[in-house]
């Protein structure tokens, strides 16, 4: 059973960065879809960004497009999100998400089977 588990988050002020990583333990990490999710209290989970199996397929949400990088490496079996010039508004729960089978879209939705428990991201005024 993979187990999804994300790091990084923190308070910084507005623009400054952020890196997130995730790692998945149990399971091998070259074999999944994965992407990245955020939530705020008495909201639905949003999607942020996503890149395949293989690395080659990225897309971000429209709020963060341009200022966000995610990127995954095979030999450190690690997935990071970059975080530049971050706004209050892009404070949330951030959560790392795995799944074998989901591919990776523009639409960003949440069908995936392995999430990890979040990280808070909080960026001041």
């Known amino acids: 059973q993979a187990q999804v588990v994300e790091s990084g988050g923190g308070s910084v002020q507005a623009g400054g960065t952020l890196t997130l990583s995730c790692t998945i333990f149990?399971?091998?990490?070259?074999?999944?879809?994965m992407g990245w999710f955020r939530q705020t209290p008495g909201n639905e989970r949003e999607g942020v960004a996503c890149i395949s199996a293989s690395g080659k397929d990225t897309y971000y949400s429209e709020s963060v497009k341009g200022r966000f990088t995610i990127a995954r490496d095979g030999n450190k079996n690690t997935m990071t999100l970059q975080m530049n010039n971050l706004k209050p508004e892009d404070t949330a729960m951030y959560y790392c998400?795995?799944?074998?089978?989901?591919?990776?879209?523009?639409?960003?939705?949440?069908?995936?089977?392995?999430w990890g428990e979040g990280t808070q991201v909080t960026v001041s005024s």
């Open positions: 149990g399971s091998k990490f070259d074999g999944y879809t």
């Open positions: 998400a795995a799944d074998p089978v989901v591919v990776c879209t523009r639409s960003l939705r949440p069908w995936y089977d392995h």
